[in-house]
């Protein structure tokens, strides 16, 4: 069965740095693109990057550019979304997503909140 | 990037009644486009893939149309599970950029 399993809920404080995690399980890891999805409260959905971790390609949204990176660790099936400097406007729902190019996303990870206030 | 719009933001529907959702792409996407649904508290649902595919699961009275700029996706009889924020999503432009639709919310009548 496949699963992405995220990080649990995090608060931080405006500055503050901050890793979230997203465990695939189920499927090959290195053959699929995972991507971060971002839901800001009461808002929509929005694409903030991808990464094939396969040969580590990444593609960022414009939006999101130099706002976070995205890696993964594949020995140990594990994709990471990253800040260096939060500010209050991150708070949001996070998930992470698995994306073939036949279905867009089929797999989503169950999200993990992020809280950023002083 | 490609821009995706979706019609009605809300869409009021009494149950058993049809809903029809439409979603328009500011380019072509050729068939590339999904719909999910998402509920409060929960994770988006792939429901329709390939513009008209069900996912696996998913019940027959989804149904998902439509090629190019234009889709919908349609509900034939609303069951009370069904009242969710539903979206639309391409993914024409492997493997990036994306774009979701705003949604469109069903709800009670």
């Known amino acids: 069965e496949v699963q992405l399993v995220q990080s649990g809920a995090e608060v931080k404080k405006p500055g503050e740095s901050l890793k979230i995690s997203c465990k695939g399980s189920?499927?090959?890891?290195?053959?699929?693109?995972i991507g971060w999805v971002r839901q800001m409260p009461g808002k929509g959905l929005e694409w903030m990057g991808i990464f094939y971790p396969g040969d580590s390609d990444t593609r960022y949204s414009p939006s999101f550019q130099g706002q976070v990176t995205i890696s993964a660790d594949k020995s140990i099936s594990t994709a990471y979304l990253q800040w260096s400097s939060l500010k209050a406007s991150d708070t949001a729902m996070y998930y992470c997503?698995?994306?073939?190019?036949?279905?867009?996303?089929?797999?989503w990870g169950q999200g993990t909140l992020v809280t950023v206030s002083s | 990037e490609i821009v995706m719009t979706q019609s009605p933001a809300t869409l009021s529907v009494s149950p058993g009644e049809r809903a029809t959702l439409s979603c328009r792409a500011s380019?072509?996407?050729?068939?590339?486009l999904a719909w999910y649904q998402q509920k409060p508290g929960q994770a988006p649902r792939l429901l329709i893939y390939?513009?008209?595919t069900r996912a696996t699961g998913i019940p027959a009275r989804f149904s998902g149309s439509g090629s190019g700029t234009e889709f919908t996706l349609t509900i034939s009889s609303l069951q009370s599970e069904d009242f969710a924020v539903y979206y639309c999503?391409?993914?024409?432009?492997?493997?990036?950029?994306?774009?979701f639709g705003p949604g469109t919310k069903v709800d009670i009548k």
């Open positions: 390939g513009a008209s």
């Open positions: 380019q072509s996407v050729s068939s590339n």
């Open positions: 997503a698995r994306l073939t190019s036949q279905e867009g996303v089929d797999y």
């Open positions: 999503h391409q993914y024409n432009n492997w493997p990036s950029p994306f774009t």
């Open positions: 189920g499927y090959s890891f290195t053959s699929y693109w």
